[in-house]
Nanobody
Framework: HVQLVESGGGSVQAGGSLRLDCLASGSTGTRNVMAWFRQAPGKEREAVACLTWRDEPTVYADSVEGRFTISRDGDKNTVYLQMSSLKPEDTAMHYC?????????????????WGQGTQVTVS
């Protein structure tokens, strides 16, 4: 049984920083991808960034390019999303997801496991 638990969300002023953590427990295999998605109020969930098992990142959301960084600690089965220069439009529920495949994708249906989400509010 695989479980993803996000943490690190909260409220922050514009221009501030937050780091989101996602701890994966259970066996997801070694050659997988881990990704972050987000859903703002009244909007569809969108892909933010993805990281392959080789630590190759892909940033999908143009609006976060240069401000958000995805990384992982393989030993701890944890993926991080470091967010800086936060803007009010970054306010969203942020979700961690794992795909049991070597390729990153923005297609949500291709991810096998999801966390419950952590809220980020920027004012």
């Amino acid at each position: 049984h695989v479980q993803l638990v996000e943490s690190g969300g909260g409220s922050v002023q514009a221009g501030g920083s937050l780091r989101l953590d996602c701890l994966a427990s259970g066996s997801t295999g070694t050659r997988n991808v881990m990704a972050w998605f987000r859903q703002a109020p009244g909007k569809e969930r969108e892909a933010v960034a993805c990281l392959t098992w080789r630590d190759e990142p892909t940033v999908y959301a143009d609006s976060v390019e240069g401000r958000f960084t995805i990384s992982r600690d393989g030993d701890k089965n944890t993926v991080y999303l470091q967010m800086s220069s936060l803007k009010p439009e970054d306010t969203a529920m942020h979700y961690c997801a794992v795909r049991v495949d070597m390729r990153c994708t923005r297609v949500q249906a291709l991810y096998n496991y999801w966390g419950q989400g952590t809220q980020v509010t920027v004012s």
